[in-house]
């Protein structure tokens, strides 16, 4: 018997639901709490206080960052290669990543050591977005 998918198991009729649940409260930015979830087959609801996965506030940028990284054992360049993107701007990416996870305190590795022409090229040649180019000038600074 072949495997079910995820879209296989929903409830008949059920709408599939890709959206991402927000993390940050739209009125004052405080973090939002899971207090109700929800089963789409039977309708049956729980009420309380749930811990979130950490996990789930990641964008699918980082999500996609973290599956690479994992699947490459960890290897940056690879994570440079498969993203298409410098290793600077890999090893940037990655600091990032583990800065939202909570995993560190340090600023992003090695970030000094780019000039400020380097960032603009990086810029000019698509492996870094405008945000991130800025966060790196402003540490330069």
């Keep these: 018997m072949a495997e079910r998918t995820r879209s296989q198991a929903r409830a008949p ?6 959206h991402r649940a927000p993390d940050a409260c739209p009125v004052c930015g405080d973090h939002l709490a899971v207090t109700r979830l929800g089963c789409g087959s039977c309708g049956t609801e729980l009420a309380g206080i749930f811990r979130q996965c950490e996990f789930c506030a990641l964008s699918d940028a980082e999500i996609e960052l973290l599956r690479v ?6 290897n940056l360049r690879e994570v440079e290669r498969f993203l298409g993107v410098s290793y600077p701007t890999a090893r940037l ?3 990032d990543l583990l800065r939202k996870l909570g995993l560190t305190g340090e600023p992003a590795p090695e970030t000094e050591a780019l ?4 960032v603009l090229a ?3 040649s698509g492996a ?3 945000d991130e180019a800025a966060r790196l000038i402003a540490d330069l600074a």
Excluded: C, K, N, W
């Design 122 to 124: 990086e810029v000019a």
């Design 128 to 130: 870094l977005t405008p």
């Design 69 to 74: 990284f994992l699947s490459s054992r960890g």
């Design 13 to 18: 009729g059920s709408r599939a639901h890709d």
């Design 93 to 95: 990416r990655y600091a």
């Design 115 to 118: 000039t400020r022409e380097q």
